[in-house]
Each structure stands twice: as structure tokens, then as C-alpha cells.
């Protein structure tokens, strides 16, 4: 980056290039200020697991930038029913609870797919891989100074910190020896899988099962101390298969890995008396016999008290990671894009020097005051919707546990997706014409 003090336009350093830091380049594209893209992974890098976005998050990406919808649209699976359904998967198999989603809403994509889109719509030289941040400081002019491990030096107006829950943003931001800088165990730990459709609907059917109807749409099958969720990604031609279980001990997995490998005698073993047919298929049939477990870490028990400090800020997984139960962590990371956008916009051309500086501060601040109460809710929100998923079900089926459930799960699936994202531009821009 080769902007100065002297320059009115502001130069945005964004650090990762998964679907946090592209939709927000995308962003600032549509709104022609400055950036570029640092990703540590030699090239583009995702994992091809599912995920889904509900009905905040896609009105965050047409405000952002059509393209970004477009982008997810093109790779969205429609839902076969327009409904979340929860099952009791462990004893009775009885539909435990069913919610509305909204007409072709709440789709999943492989995710692999939508990073791959979104970054080929952003201009080549935007994008620079194999950057690992090793220090970030602040110059004497206020502004903050990139370090990579390849000797590389930039200096940004602002430094966007989308760098995942392993964030080395997070930790120059707060301190390495911080330990608000380290996601914590939750004590559930998951399986993922994609699995050809014909295949999984086959081994449905043997079980017992509707292959056909259970590899459709949306479902989750709850029991004692786990769940399991499942969904139709890319084109109806895989289901997306993740497999969630409570682990009573530490995370064992050395260097700070949050993936271990193992065999998947460790899920059948967990779900040995469950009895439903489609539990049953997936966890003895269609999980590779080797495979990873994934421990689910989230920000709950050490969060950040702010998301910026300077012209240093957080946004996505980096600020406010939780664990994927109720499937909102990828839509805010979008809503922090449009909100961060939004300031970045205003302040964009305004002035040059110091007071530019505090230009970039000020916007900062003012995305801190929009985003942290509303994501540091969905950490909390999180692990209690996962607690509610690990119930041991009724023997017999219970009108009012069902009730319960349902309302439990409506009040805070309905917390993300009513999210009033329009609301937040319009207070974006109100906060920072108050402060001007």
C-alpha cells in the first residue's frame, strides 16, 4: 500500500480472505475506497464444508453489494421445504418442532464454492496470498504498520482483522498473553461430512428410513448430549452432514489445533442407542472410517471489551466467533462487512494528516458501538441453543416439551434473522455525522 497522510482517500488493509474479509472488499469496491486482501494460504483455501445463510444475511449482501448475493445465489441450494425441522433422533423419531424459514430462505452452499465466486470478482492485484502477519504497530503518524514473515512492510490506514477465530490480528490487537486473544473449548467437538446424495438416501432407506425426504431439506436430530444436522448443498448432489457431540474432557489436540484426526469408532460408539434410521445411517455408514473432529471453540468465556483499538479492528470470526448451532456466525461476519463499509464510506475523502487518522478512529468506534452487543448476544445464544439441541427427549412424545423447545428456538432464530440490517446503515451514518 502506498497511500500518505497526505492523501485524502483512506488505504484498508483487510487480513484473511475467507468470506468475512471478501464480502467486505466487495463493499468497499462498490463504494470505491482503497484495499487489499492479505491471506496467509498460499492460494485460495476453504474447506468445502456447508453453510447456510439465513434472512439477515442475504439482505446484508444486496446492501453491501449485489454482486455478493449474486455470488451466493449462484451457489445456493434451494430448500426442499421452507422449514427447519428438529427430530427426536434418539428414541421416538417424532418431529419434535418445524420453523418457517421464509420462502426460499435459510440455504446452504458449500463454502469452498461462495469464497471462490466472491473472489473472482474482485481485481487480481487486490488479493495477495502466502502474507503471514507477524506484528502490527502503530507508526508515528498514527497509522498502523503490517509486518509479514516474508520481510514485507505496509503501512494502511485502517487494518481490518478478518483473520478468523485464530486471529493473529486479535492478538496483536489485545496482547498474545491476553486471554481474551484465545477462543475457548465449548466442550462439544463435530464431524463433517459431504456425502452424494443417491448414496445417502440409499443408506437411509436400508436403515429403516426416508432417504428420499430426509436428504431434501433441513433437518436435526436431536438427543441426549448431541444432534446432528443436515442439508442438500451444491445442486442437490451432496448432503452436508455435521455431527455434534459433548466432550467431558479437555481438547487434547496439541499446538493450538483445533482439529484432531481420528476414526469415526469414536461417533458410533457416541451414538450406539440412538435409534433412528437416518442417525443411524449416517454415523455407521456414511462417515469415512478416518476422518477429522472438529472441537468447537467460540469468545464466550474471555471476550474482547471492544473490537477496536485506533486504526485496529475486528470483524467476523476474529471479533466474535461462536460455535455454528444456530447457524448465524457467517451472516454476521456479513453484517460486520456492511456496517464497516458503511463507515468506511463516510469517512472516505474527507481529509488528509491527523485529522484523517481520527477520521479512521472515529468510524472504527462507531462499528464497535453498532456490532458488539448484538454479536457478543449470538456467543451466549449459541451455547444455550446447543444445551436446549442436547436435551434427552420424553420417552413418549410431549406436547409441552415440544412447546418449549419451540419457543426456545423461534425467540432466538428469529433474534438473528429479524435483525434489522438496514437499521444498522442508518445508525452507522447518524452516529458519524453526530461526531463530525
Not at 107 to 119: K, N, P, T
Not at 394 to 412: A, C, D, I, L, T
Amino acid at each position: 500500500m502506498g497511500s500518505t497522510t497526505t492523501s485524502h482517500h483512506v488505504d484498508v488493509a483487510i487480513i484473511g480472505g475467507g468470506i468475512t474479509g471478501l464480502t467486505l472488499a466487495l463493499g468497499l469496491q462498490a463504494r470505491n475506497v482503497r484495499f487489499t486482501v492479505y491471506e496467509r494460504a498460499p492460494s485460495l483455501k476453504e474447506i468445502g464444508a456447508g453453510v447456510g445463510f439465513s434472512p439477515n444475511a442475504e439482505r446484508a449482501m444486496e446492501l453491501l453489494n449485489p454482486d455478493v448475493h449474486a455470488a451466493f445465489k449462484a451457489v445456493a441450494n434451494a430448500n426442499g421445504e421452507d422449514y427447519f425441522q428438529w427430530v427426536d433422533g434418539y428414541a421416538t423419531g417424532q418431529l419434535i418442532y418445524k420453523l418457517y424459514v421464509g420462502e426460499g430462505k435459510f440455504q446452504g452452499c458449500r463454502r469452498s464454492d461462495f469464497v471462490e465466486g466472491l473472489a473472482r470478482k474482485i481485481p487480481n492485484d487486490s488479493i495477495k496470498y502466502g502474507k503471514e502477519v507477524i506484528e502490527i504497530r502503530t507508526g508515528d503518524d498514527g497509522r498502523p504498520i503490517v509486518v509479514f514473515k516474508d520481510g514485507e512492510e505496509i503501512v494502511a490506514d485502517i487494518v481490518i482483522g478478518a483473520d478468523g477465530i485464530r486471529s493473529i490480528t486479535r492478538q496483536q490487537l489485545l496482547g498474545p498473553t491476553n486471554p481474551a486473544s484465545h477462543p475457548s473449548y465449548t466442550h462439544r467437538c463435530c464431524f463433517r461430512a459431504l456425502v452424494p446424495i443417491p448414496l445417502a438416501s440409499d443408506a437411509i432407506t436400508l436403515a429403516g428410513g426416508d432417504g428420499a425426504y430426509s436428504t431434501s431439506t433441513r433437518f436435526m436430530y436431536n438427543g441426549p448430549d448431541g444432534h446432528i444436522i443436515t442439508y442438500p448443498v451444491a445442486g442437490d448432489t451432496l448432503l452436508n452432514i455435521l455431527v455434534v457431540m459433548t466432550d467431558y474432557c479437555d481438547w487434547k489436540a496439541k499446538d493450538g489445533k483445533m482439529t484432531a484426526r481420528t476414526t469415526k469408532a469414536e461417533a458410533v460408539e457416541f451414538f450406539r442407542d440412538w435409534k433412528h434410521p437416518a442417525v443411524k445411517a449416517m454415523v455407521n455408514e456414511l462417515l469415512p472410517e478416518v476422518l477429522d473432529k472438529w472441537g468447537v471453540f467460540d469468545m464466550m468465556k474471555d471476550p474482547a471489551e471492544r473490537y477496536n483499538e485506533g486504526c485496529v479492528v475486528l470483524a467476523g470470526d476474529a471479533a466474535h466467533a461462536a460455535g455454528p448451532h444456530l447457524g448465524g456466525g457467517a451472516g454476521m461476519g456479513i453484517e460486520d462487512a456492511l456496517v464497516l463499509a458503511t463507515a468506511l464510506e463516510a469517512v472516505d475523502g474527507k481529509a488528509e494528516g491527523e485529522e484523517k487518522v481520527r477520521l479512521c478512529e472515529r468510524a472504527l468506534e462507531t462499528y464497535n458501538q453498532v456490532r458488539y452487543e448484538r454479536t457478543q448476544w449470538l456467543i451466549k445464544a449459541t451455547r444455550e441453543a446447543c444445551a436446549l439441541f442436547h436435551l434427552k427427549p420424553p420417552e413418549v412424545p410431549n406436547k409441552q416439551h415440544n412447546e418449549m423447545f419451540g419457543k426456545e428456538v423461534s425467540e432466538r432464530f428469529h433474534t438473528i434473522w429479524d435483525g434489522d440490517v438496514e437499521g444498522m446503515v442508518e445508525s452507522t451514518r447518524k452516529l458519524l455525522e453526530a461526531g463530525q
